[in-house]
């Protein structure tokens, strides 16, 4: 996790950048075991694509996908911490998915897996082709400066939580106010991702 600060008048402003690990976990989990759950947004399938597993697609059935709908709205709303998911959804216990045993018998069939992409793949990971985390970071906070030149004023408080996911497609959503999910596609593009960050944060400045 990659934070910019500056203090303000108040608290000043906050703009948090990271990939998380969990939301990457059950992206990986869903189309590995070839589930197709009704979300609201559409989240594109992993990029690098991930193959369907026929041993996970064989557990992956109605229920286990209803489950997995239910952890993922978790994660994407903000209820389920990272922290708290890793430590609870994995082995010796997965406790996070003691009422959900459909959903758990996928996750201790594709757990480790599911590790290993997820890692492999991180978008702000150091050999990531996206640019580091560190210069992306430093990109929304020279945006906040672009603002307050053109406002003539100091920004206001606030926070933004920017999370980065290897998904396909240049896509990105706003899922709660102060959040911004965004794919590493989108920010290997640096106009599009700049531009992006300009519209989010105008309103924020």
């Known amino acids: 996790m990659h934070v910019r600060r500056e203090q303000g008048q108040g608290f000043g402003w906050r703009i948090a950048l990271g990939d998380r690990q969990t939301m990457t976990m059950a992206l990986w989990l869903r189309d590995a075991s070839g589930m197709t759950p009704d979300l609201d947004p559409a989240i594109p399938p992993l990029d690098p694509p991930v193959p369907v597993d026929e041993a996970l697609a064989a557990l992956a059935g109605p229920r286990a996908t209803a489950q997995w709908t239910g952890l993922w709205l978790g994660l994407w709303e903000g209820r389920l911490e990272d922290w708290f998911t890793l430590e609870t959804l994995g082995p010796p216990g997965f406790e ?3 009422r959900s045993p459909e959903l758990k018998a996928v ?3 594709g757990f480790q897996h599911a590790v290993s992409w997820s890692t492999k793949n991180r978008p702000l990971a150091p050999s990531s082709p996206a640019p ?3 210069s992306t970071s430093r990109e929304a906070a020279t945006v906040v400066k672009q603002l307050e030149g053109e406002l ?3 920004a206001r408080d606030f926070d933004l939580d920017i999370t980065v996911l290897p998904v396909a497609g240049r ?3 706003q899922p709660t106010d102060g959040t911004l ?4 596609n989108l920010v290997r593009d640096p106009r599009a991702y700049r531009a992006l960050l300009y519209d989010v944060l ?4």
């Open 202 to 205: 105008a309103p924020l400045v």
């Open 152 to 154: 003539g004023r100091r």
């Open 171 to 173: 896509v990105f959503w």
């Open 132 to 134: 580091p985390a560190a």
């Open 181 to 184: 999910i965004v794919s590493e």
């Open 96 to 98: 996070l998915l003691t």
């Open 107 to 109: 996750v201790e069939a």
